[in-house]
């Protein structure tokens, strides 16, 4: 019991303690959603190992190079605007279920397409999917967590998007070692139906979200959710829940009361991608190519950013309930801005050094795995009070996925101009991120979700 945490009068806890176990039946809902994380980073970064046969294939420009990788990513933007309504009216667990059937859609229709606007299409639908896991995702797990292990079950989301992210590095560099190019990069494409296949089954074993049963009047349904789920005390945690229900009303976003939960959900999100993540993940190859690394070279050193990723997320999973989100981005930030600087120094070079560009992308990419990366989803899932919840989600998923469609997009216009100075200008960003985290986010860390007030 924290010192501020003492029993009332008649011997019990406050209502607002949270006696929530990490019991073995919340763990493995967590992970059956954060399963739809997994296809997010997998669907994500395996165009990767495909843009140059790609580019080849159906003869892009550049321009329209970017608007291929892109293309994903504006579809992400729809599907994180318009995902919070159905999940709201139809519940987690079917919204869930959809996606993972436009996972299953997509892939096969990337893989199997024979012209360059079939291709875009199907892309934009697995957006449509990718987006709407990154708002439906981690809110049903918040809304199955108990408050303590919420930061790490939250995280298992991102730890799985990076699992995803290796898993696709990796299949690219067994695939384009093994067939011809002109059919690698199908292969590359559509082997994403095998875990968005599973993610289906899976889905349909999931207990529908507590906290939405209880907003839809069916309470007797959510308690024997939350009993199964193996919570302490299943009859406070509805009590709390009808409590939060009560003072709801369906209020408008953006008026001042919520000023501070919507600001920070637009920055951190925002600094996210000005990290110049999403974009250093989509042309690792090239990136590494251009510091001097042939073809096969350059994929093997992409699977080793995908493996720090996935080391330093778990190493996230450990730290991130235990000192808090903002000196998590503390570190990171600082270690970002430094790991790009190195990285845009080194490609202005007449000659650069490819071991040192190796050492700057790692850096930078475990210090982002163990910082932002981790923060985001759980910083988004619980900084706005529950009336606004689902509405706050979307804002800031959306805000991620507007920036990311914008900076892969214009990323390989600008750096084929400016070179190394694109990393230098992420290294700056990451810096004004850690003036923003020092003076203005709040540290959601411990706060239960139904007294979140900021």
């Not at 997994?38 to 165009?47: E, P, Q, W």
């Not at 709407?132 to 967590?145: D, F, G, L, N």
């Not at 805000?399 to 990393?423: C, K, N, Q, S």
Request: net charge neutral; with cysteine.
């Amino acid at each position: 019991m924290r010192p501020h945490e003492q029993p009332r009068d008649d011997g019990q806890l406050p209502a607002h303690v949270d006696t929530g176990r990490m019991s073995p039946a919340i763990v493995l809902s967590a992970l059956g959603a954060a399963l739809g994380g997994l296809l997010f980073g997998f669907d994500t970064a395996v165009i990767s190992g495909a843009t140059q046969a790609l580019q080849a294939h159906f003869a892009l420009s550049d321009p329209a190079l970017g608007f291929t990788v892109a293309s994903a990513l504006i579809g992400t933007v729809i599907g994180s605007l318009v995902a919070g309504a159905p999940a709201d009216r139809f519940g987690r667990r079917r919204m869930l279920l959809a996606i993972a059937i436009a996972y299953l859609v997509s892939s096969l229709g990337s893989g199997l397409a024979n012209s360059w606007p079939v291709l875009l299409l199907f892309r934009t639908l697995g957006g449509l999917a990718i987006g709407a896991a990154s708002v439906v995702t981690p809110v049903y797990i918040a809304e199955v967590a108990p408050t303590r292990f919420r930061g790490r079950l939250v995280a298992l989301n991102q730890l799985n998007i990076v699992l995803g992210i290796l898993l696709a590095f990796l299949s690219n560099y067994l695939i384009a070692g093994g067939m011809d190019v002109d059919v690698a990069w199908r292969w590359m494409l559509g082997i994403v139906a095998a875990p968005s296949a599973l993610f289906l089954l899976v889905t349909l074993l999931l207990p529908e979200s507590p906290r939405w049963l209880v907003v839809k009047g069916r309470s007797a349904d959510a308690l024997d959710v939350l009993q199964r789920l193996g919570f302490a005390d299943p009859e406070r945690e509805i009590a709390a829940m009808q409590g939060a229900q009560v003072r709801e009303r369906q209020p408008q976003l953006f008026q001042r009361r919520y000023a501070v939960p919507v600001g920070c959900a637009i920055a951190i999100a925002m600094f996210n991608q000005l990290s110049g993540i999403n974009a250093l993940l989509y042309y690792a190859p090239r990136i590494f190519a251009l510091g001097g690394a042939g073809t096969d070279s350059a994929m093997l050193q992409s699977v080793a950013v995908g493996g720090i990723n996935l080391a330093f997320t778990v190493l996230a999973l450990f730290l991130i309930d235990r000192f808090g989100r903002k000196p998590l981005l503390y570190v990171g930030s600082l270690v970002c801005a430094l790991a790009l600087f190195l990285v845009g120094f080194q490609l202005e070079q007449a000659v650069a050094d490819g071991t040192l560009i190796l050492v700057g992308m790692l850096g930078f990419i475990a210090a982002f795995a163990v910082s932002q990366g981790a923060v985001i989803w759980v910083f988004l899932s619980e900084v706005f009070p529950s009336e606004v919840r689902g509405k706050g989600q979307a804002l800031g998923s959306t805000t991620h996925w507007v920036m990311a469609a914008a900076i892969t997009w214009t990323f390989p216009i600008v750096a084929g101009r400016v070179g190394g100075w694109v990393f230098l200008f992420f290294g700056a960003m990451m810096l004004l991120q850690l003036v923003w985290v020092w003076r203005f986010m709040p540290e959601t860390n411990g706060v239960p979700l139904e007294e979140m007030r900021l």
